[in-house]
């Protein structure tokens, strides 16, 4: 069993030798959909047009606008006392935002009495000026000076403490999800494009006349693709590492454990796809709806499973990636062991085991 089997996936290799544009493919197709979703995907927001009203003129209010400068995000647009000009800016667009420094500012700091600080906003688009708003007020914290006794003024303020991702950069976040993305698509897509291929050129005909059984069939055509598939992604997270300062905390054994689980569930369902279509571009299209869709909108790789509604909930269990993503982040990003995502790798297994089961039996019935 075990040498037929080995047969197939030697036969495989010297397919994917010949086939260059194919082996090309797998290799490429991961590192460039890293290169332009990970760079294209950002929940940061830069660049942010900046206009300030300086009502005061002093020392202070100075100190203010240069930590919204030096925070990164902030580029100044407009700088003086005339809050009028206001109103054509943000109608105009050249302006997302604006801070207003009140009258007598820097004086009521000196004495300890408590000040207000103006934060206005387009609120077009909402998603991004809730971001700004975050930025502003962990600037305006920043800069709140401290009162004998160690009380702020005004308000208590929170200290924020944010662990795993610090400066809460957005790329540690997006680009794990993004690797599971490219993971399942490409790993379905070319499996599914590698039995329908023999289909179309006659050859599974002959494969049929031998005395293969389906799980050799489906041990000998996976193999070639999970080993192609594993070097793409393991090239595509220290891409992640070094472009994205994605760290790896955690065993890199375990990592590559669960990413040949995840891999092999993908290449899996590749092998039914390739069982129910009869052409390549049947089987393409068939597996960039059932992978890249769910993967994208139902994994929680952009949108959070807990804010979806009850049933979307409850289907996004169907979706492999979900579990993946879970593990992921926490062996990536937190360090975790096995104690803490065990039920993520289960649910992996158990995902696998029935689409290997159901493209077994297809493949049986065909042979």
């Known amino acids: 069993m075990l040498r037929r089997t080995l047969a197939i996936a030697i036969k495989e290799l010297l397919q994917l030798r010949r086939d260059l544009r194919t082996a090309l493919t797998l290799l490429a197709m991961p590192v460039l959909l890293l290169f332009i979703y990970g760079y294209a995907l950002s929940f940061d927001v ?15 209010a100075r100190d203010v606008k240069d930590a919204f400068l030096e925070s990164g995000y902030f580029d100044l647009v407009a700088y003086g006392g005339d809050i009028r000009t206001l109103d054509h800016m943000f109608d105009a667009g050249s302006a997302q935002a604006a801070l207003i420094v009140p009258p007598r500012y820097g004086d009521d700091l000196a004495a300890h009495r408590r000040t207000t600080l103006q934060f206005v906003l387009d609120g077009s688009d909402s998603q991004t000026a809730t971001t700004i708003l975050g930025y502003a007020r962990q600037i305006v914290a920043s ?4 009162v004998p006794g160690g009380a702020r003024d005004g308000p208590v303020a929170g200290v924020p403490l944010v662990w795993y991702n610090p400066d809460m950069a957005s790329a540690r976040f997006l680009v794990p999800g993004l690797l599971a993305f490219i993971m399942m698509v490409t790993a379905v897509i070319a499996t599914a494009l590698a039995v329908v291929r023999e289909k179309e050129r006659g050859t599974m005909e002959s494969l049929r006349a031998t005395p293969l059984r389906a ?11 999970l080993l192609v598939s594993f070097v793409a992604a393991s090239v595509s997270l220290l891409l992640a590492h070094l472009l994205f300062d994605v760290p790896v905390r955690g065993s890199l054994l375990w990592l590559a454990l669960v990413m040949l689980l995840f891999l092999a569930v993908g290449l899996g369902w590749g092998i039914f796809i390739s069982t129910l279509a009869e052409t390549q571009q049947v089987a393409f299209q068939f597996g960039l709806l059932s992978a890249m869709l769910p993967t994208l909108l139902l994994s929680g790789f952009i949108f959070p499973i807990s804010s979806m509604p009850s049933a979307l909930q409850v289907i996004t269990y169907a979706v492999p990636a979900r579990y993946f993503l879970v593990a992921l982040r926490e062996i990536v990003l937190k360090g975790a062991g096995p104690e803490v995502w065990w039920n993520q790798a289960l649910g992996l297994v158990a995902y ?11 493949t ?3 042979l």
């Open 143 to 146: 800069v709140s000076p401290v």
């Open 352 to 362: 696998g085991v029935v689409v290997l089961g159901l493209a077994t039996f297809r």
């Open 46 to 60: 830069q660049h942010i047009r900046l206009a300030v009203v300086d009502e005061d003129g002093g020392r202070a």
């Open 364 to 366: 049986v019935r065909s």
């Open 215 to 225: 799980i050799e069939l489906l041990g000998g055509k996976t193999l070639p693709y």
